[in-house]
């Protein structure tokens, strides 16, 4: 870390932390640090930063949390981990001057609205349509998968402005107002019961055309720096530790230690320790690498083998349970919290790592990105390429 | 291995199938297994009286002179194949796979002639409470059974329960009535809403010694055999159907302008859910024929039923979720209601790494 | 079976082991059978059948057998398997009439001359050359991984006859002679260090075009034929049970069989033992189909899975053995029978399973035929249709 | 685990690594090492003669006051990568890992006075017997050793052979000289010809006690530590080759028109290779510096290291073959000769099953 940052850093730590009530309401005291600049240090001053350097924010956050200060991430993290930084890579000073502030205290919470039931992997298959009229945009369509939709203020939209160019160039990008009419939320249930995710239906739903980010057609690069924002914060989210954790408990407490049976899973528990050791070094050599300033391909590794290990884990612990794990805590959507879903028993976290190969960019894209971006190798044949998204939806 | 047994069905098997299918379809689609699996009792009871009263399902395994039609498990086999195909929650597995197999095991004649008739008429819906530690002793009043047992399929609603209890001279088979003094029933909270299981408590419940004292070992040993045909029976049909649901929707599907299932990646694990499913219908037929012929390979046949059955249809259901991508993650989709039958279907009677020791050790290892 | 012909086999029969030494040479007890018609009974009167149905075949083998007659199919597998049965579909009959009687009796033995070191899982990307030259045709050009070349008398040769039409079509069928001049077979050594197979370069070598079957062009529907008679042959012989008999044997004499690490290996034996079973039962369900008239994908199935599970069960045997699986016999390839190269160890028989996912159709193709062909899932875009074999090969 | 311990390289072995790198480019091409790999030595006299004098190989993990380079077993890791990486054959994995890391663990310094500095000048080619029954006693001559031993690596070139025997006080090492009366030596016929084992009888061979009597087992727990984790460095060379030379050929090779590397089938095992490379390269590094310094929890590093590189190597090995179709099964395509350096390593100084075992018991599982 340079040395240029530390007097600013310091002088607005001190300020900060000497003047706000630490124990108070978490909002007044986010509001005060966006206002020091301790945000995004690296974000412009005025905008919740200091114009300094990135690497100075971890020691802010240390610092904060030291002091015994709020993080306000846990209640906002799509706004924190891809809102923002989205906002500020291609919003208007306007927009920043708007939509950042709330972001961070937490009295706007932010989800994302790119998934639609006929674009699963191929994301840029949008068929929400947005249609302009006057200053305003109509907005058109289903999607689904939005996590914090029940709850978010602003939601970061792709929509089809123009279907007769190929998919990716008739994009356009906005920050949709939740709560405008037109605009409604559905809890979409699982099969562990619980809704994680809604649905959100569009009909003639307004957006102005001052909530849009970039140009119209440039939808896609916005959503490529939400969606690198994404991959990053999952491969930081997702981890089989406490499922291996749990396996080793439901060993220890299995009573026929000595038998066939209990030394065959047993086998099969270390063997899972091996490999979830191994990622575990793996994704801290990935954080050392990048800490070096040398981006490898640890993270999407670690993406697709955190995944393949949680879904081995969750298992075993079930197997280690015999008869009983044939039973389930309720399924009851009432039962169930949509943000703290918790996992009452094994099996629902079991139940639940079924989706870890999908959500996030399913196993088989990430064997394709690695092959073709980390291996170089050839890419498959395109037959959708150059052709306009209506003929390509037609076929 | 009895390289003389059938690996085929007959003719007159299509026939059954097709009969069953059609009943299933009509009086047991999606929406009304839905509804079902929501309930505590967890089958329909005019859809089972119409399944013993058009059908016979009951009397189907029961033998002609206690008044059932006297087919054999194979024709069991092809009940429960469209029954695991559709996920049909009812008393059948309960009553013709475990309670009428183990009369007919018991050779208990009187007893038989006692139930049998009820069993076949559709009037008695009977289980059998595999598990547990339970003790019977004899009292002036006849025996009395105590003690707990759990995972019993049906056993919350079954009108008659037979149970394995320790006596003086080795473990016996009961009778005893779902409504005895003595007897709690619990139903438990299952993974798979599809099949019931309860739990079971016994305060010296009046019960009726079925065969001779002491025979338990062997009648458990035959049940549980048996039950694990059953279940791969089940199985062979839901993982083909997971199978028919995933190449449905690779085909239509499209992604990057193509049908998804051109894809190699999902091509390939389309496949390899090909490959388990015939190869889990080959064992499970030649497995069928086994328990019909009361073969004595039958107790390696029903391992490896349970074994190979249990794991390819757990691998196809959970490769049909993961093809469909989001949507077969939901609850709506039918894809995660295989899934928990095929886990817990793994899980019962037994798990693989049981079976595999047990085999392990018929084979001499 | 009908009853249709049995009055002509059990003549032909008694005819034949009445009068032909059964004990003496068997080139003669073939020739007899051959002449007798029943070489292959469905065959036409002359050329080694009595024109019936085929299923008498194996009544016929069965009695000849129970006679003590030999049977010359392990002498000539390639030609009994494949080179009888696309002769008889598209030879003349001056071809079938030279051809099918020493082929039977094992005089002259047949190999196979399709796949090249540029055409793998790609069977029609041959690039041996045949240049019509008056009534003959010179050959230029490499074969590969012919068994059986180094003995053979004739060769079932494709090769490209026209570059410029797509590559299925511009293809032609010979029979070689393998002892023509500009013919050379070559032994290659695989990594077992026997040399079961051959390389064969062609040079200015000329086959006359009477040995041509079918019409010049149409050598890939020829192919085909002799491809769906490979496969069938391939199915029925690759075999898991000796590595898991092996395997057995091996396991009950390990002297630590209450070990920890012999209980672990215990419970892989045995689920290697399920799913051998498993794979049997439906090769032998396969079988009860085909005779009953309804040929099901088992066959496909059994190949794929065979490999596999001979694959896992050489591994087995090695992994029983503990460090002495670190042990190998001699690589020397003198040392090693080019036909009858037998597993002297385990070890052997483990290296050699490494190709039993390559050869005869990889398990890729395999997972491809299975998906496409039995489950109708749509083929891959096709980047080489419709182009000519030579603008193909240059891209 | 010790979350403090890097799982890094440093820059400066980078350097280290490039000079090896061409060392071996120069002095060990596919062709020199297959000519070395069937002879019965087993090793290029030359080549390692140069290794030592120009790289000082012998001397790297000797410390200095025995006339060595007193570099870690970190720096020993990089030249096992770039050793695995070439299949090269040599006596450092004997000397090196194994015996210099005996004579140092043994803290016998009168040994190590006599021993060392001949190793570091690359004048005593030494090894480790570790497996086999021995056993040694005292004679009025000196301590004798008796017993078999096989496996051991380069056991019939080795001038100096650390043994562990049995005495009356405990497993203990003795040195014996490669020439000793009583000692005879039989190369074994190896799957892997790259590396040399060698089966050693002993009869009343003349033995000196290195360190005290009774001190084996620690030692020899020790030496198989670092042998597992030299092994691993090995086999992340080797894998990280066959990843490399296979990504090269389907990058290249066309059917159906197109690089077979663009067939989702072939990518995605690729990737999985990859998975499997990266992962190993973790466990590896962070093993290495486990030996460096003497972590308390080195044992478990091992076993992990041992379970986890033996089995991603193998799995890389033989997707190259299947990769490469056909031409990755003949002689001349290097193929062969990793996938045997894999089973072998897989094999060798425990198998997988049984450091998953020490593995559990370390974890108090």
Redesign the interface.
């Given at each position: 870390m340079g040395v240029a940052g530390q007097a600013e850093v310091d002088a607005a730590l001190a300020a900060l932390l000497g003047s706000v009530d630490l124990t108070g309401d978490p909002t007044a005291f986010l509001g005060a640090q966006y206002d020091a600049g301790l945000a995004w240090v690296s974000f412009p001053v005025g905008l919740g930063g200091l114009g300094i350097s990135v690497e100075w924010q971890a020691y802010v956050n240390e610092r904060v949390a030291a002091a015994g200060g709020p993080s306000g991430f846990a209640g906002n993290p799509l706004g924190y981990g891809m809102g923002g930084p989205t906002v500020l890579a291609h919003g208007t000073p306007e927009q920043q001057q708007r939509l950042l502030r709330p972001l961070f205290t937490g009295e706007e919470i932010w989800c994302q609205l790119f998934?639609e039931?006929?674009a699963?992997?191929?994301l840029a298959?949008v068929s929400t349509r947005a249609r302009q009229d006057g200053d305003e945009w109509v907005i058109d369509g289903q999607k689904?998968?939005t996590s914090w939709g029940h709850v978010a203020r602003w939601g970061m939209l792709l929509a089809r402005t123009d279907p007769d160019v190929p998919k990716h160039r008739g994009l356009t990008y906005f920050v949709c107002d939740m709560q405008a009419p037109g605009v409604e939320v559905r809890p979409?249930?699982?099969?562990t019961?619980n809704a994680e995710f809604n649905e959100v239906y569009f009909t003639e739903a307004r957006i102005s055309d001052a909530m849009r980010l970039d140009v119209v057609g440039g939808g896609w690069g916005v959503a490529l720096t939400t969606l690198s924002n994404e991959r990053y914060m999952l491969s930081e989210g997702l981890s089989a530790e406490p499922a291996l954790a749990a396996a080793v408990e439901l060993w220890r407490a299995r009573v026929d230690q000595d038998s066939?049976?209990a030394v065959?899973?047993r086998d099969r528990l270390v063997d899972l320790h091996v490999r979830i050791r191994a990622n575990r070094l793996t994704m801290r050599r990935g954080d050392a690498l990048r800490d070096a300033g040398d981006v490898g391909p640890q993270g999407s590794i670690a993406k697709l083998n955190t995944v393949r290990l949680n879904q081995a884990a969750t298992e075993l612990c079930?197997?280690l349970?015999?008869?009983e794990?044939?039973?389930?805590?309720?399924?009851s959507l009432a039962d169930s919290h949509l943000s703290d879903y918790g996992y009452d028993t094994p099996?629902r976290a079991?139940?639940r790592a079924?989706?870890n190969?999908?959500?996030g960019g399913?196993?088989?894209i990430l064997?394709n990105i690695l092959g073709e971006r980390v291996l170089g190798l050839p890419a498959?044949p395109?037959?959708?390429k150059d052709?306009s998204w209506r003929e390509?939806a037609t076929? | 291995?009895g390289?003389t047994q059938?690996?085929?069905l007959r003719p007159e098997h299509d026939e059954l199938r097709t009969s069953v299918r059609k009943f299933l379809a009509d009086t047991s689609p999606e929406p009304a297994v839905r509804a079902v699996m929501e309930t505590s009792q967890g089958y329909d009871s005019n859809v089972w009286r119409r399944a013993c009263a058009e059908l016979g399902l009951a009397a189907l395994t029961v033998p002609e002179q206690y008044g059932g039609s006297g087919y054999s498990f194979v024709e069991a086999g092809v009940v429960l194949e469209e029954s695991g195909r559709v996920l049909w929650p009812s008393p059948f597995f309960a009553t013709t796979v475990l309670a009428t197999t183990a009369l007919l095991a018991s050779g208990d004649t009187s007893a038989a002639a006692d139930f049998l008739p009820a069993i076949a008429s559709g009037g008695l819906r009977a289980t059998v409470a595999t598990?547990g530690a339970l003790h019977a002793a004899p009292t002036s009043d006849g025996w009395q059974v105590t003690g707990a047992s759990?995972?019993v399929v049906d056993g919350h609603t079954a009108e008659l329960i037979l149970v394995l209890a320790e006596t003086e001279t080795g473990l016996s088979l009961f009778a005893v009535d779902g409504h005895a003094s003595g007897l709690t029933r619990e139903a438990?909270?299952?993974?798979?809403?599809t099949r019931k299981?309860a739990k079971l408590r016994f305060d010296a419940a009046p019960a009726r010694l079925i065969g001779s004292a002491g025979s338990g070992t062997d009648l458990r040993e035959r049940v549980l055999a048996v039950a694990a045909v059953g279940l791969a029976a089940e199985q062979v049909g839901g993982a083909q159907r997971v199978l028919e649901l995933t190449?449905d929707y690779?085909?239509e599907?499209?992604?990057?302008?193509?049908?998804i299932?051109?894809?190699?990646?999902?091509?390939?694990r389309?496949?390899?859910m090909?490959?388990d499913v015939?190869?889990?219908?080959?064992?499970m037929?030649?497995a069928l024929w086994a328990v019909a012929a009361d073969s004595d390979e039958l107790a390696e046949d029903a391992?490896?039923a349970k074994?190979?059955c249990s794991d390819a249809f757990l691998s196809c259901a959970?490769a049909a979720?993961?093809l469909h991508?989001?949507?077969?993650?939901?609850?709506?989709h039918p894809?995660?209601l295989f899934?928990?039958r095929a886990?817990?279907g793994q899980?019962?009677f037994g798990?693989p790494?049981?079976h595999?020791?047990l085999?392990?050790d018929l084979?001499e290892?």
């Open positions: 998934s039931p006929s699963g992997s191929d298959n689904v998968w979409l249930r699982q099969m019961g066939a049976e065959v899973l079930v197997d349970l015999g008869e794990g044939m039973l389930f805590g309720s399924y099996m079991y139940l079924r989706a190969s999908i959500e399913t196993s088989e064997h498959e395109r037959v959708d052709i390509a076929r | 291995m390289s059938p690996v085929l598990s759990a995972y438990q909270s299952t993974m798979d809403l299981l190449v690779v085909k599907r499209k992604q990057f302008g193509r049908a299932g051109s894809f190699q990646a999902v091509k390939h389309c496949a390899d090909l490959v015939e190869s889990a219908r080959s064992v037929v030649h391992a490896v074994v190979f959970g979720i993961q991508g989001g949507i077969g993650f939901t609850w709506e894809a995660h899934f928990k886990k817990s899980l019962m798990d790494v049981h595999r020791r085999l392990g084979l290892l």
